[in-house]
């Protein structure tokens, strides 16, 4: 079996699985290259006890009963960028003013929170975080997240995207190549006609030389239509005997 220790855990998942007291327990600083944590439906009431990860990138905490203390995640996720606290206690847009001090945040939910039913709750937000960029997955002007810019950092959507060009680059190669095949057999097929058509004037030639030389020889072995046959002596001969 494979034995990994905390410092080699990157993301961590830990949905559904009741806490104690409605507080974080189990998760310490040793888990220092944690990137992605996700608490989603564990009861929690505080993130008082959260460690210290510089590391992590993506917090979610949804569907808790979490509705303030937010102080907390400022001071120990320096470099968090997508936090979801969809489902929470959050009522006023004070409790969320601590988010100012997260200066890579960029992305941040809060579906099914009472604070979004406030009728300036968009513009008010925008306003408090100038950092942010998405706001319940769409950004200042309604346009939406794509999918690299709402989950995590983007890191492997870069690496696909480069993949994917590779992919086109040599598609176009292998494009390139059996249309030029292609060209060069309508060449040759081209080119066959061409010798096509000469051999065929070439023989055509032939035979008219051929049937010239056949009616030269009829005419030598035939004799001439209407001349008379020339009269012998002897024949002259025989009529005066008679």
Known sequence: AVVLCSAQVQELVLDNCRSSEGKIEGITEEFSNLELLSLINVGLTSVADIPKLDKLKKLELSDNRISGGLEVLAERLVNLTHLNLSGNKFKDISTLEPLKKLPQLK???LFNCEVTNLGDYRDSIFTLLPQLTYL???DVDDCEASDSDGEGDGIDDED????????TEEEEDEEDVVAAEEDDDDEDDSGDEEDGAVNGEVDSEDDDDDEEDEEDEDEDSSPVKGQKRKREPEDEDNEDDE
């Open 107 to 109: 992305s941040l939910d």
């Open 160 to 167: 696909e995207e480069g993949e994917s060009e590779e992919f």
């Open 136 to 138: 319940d997955g769409y």
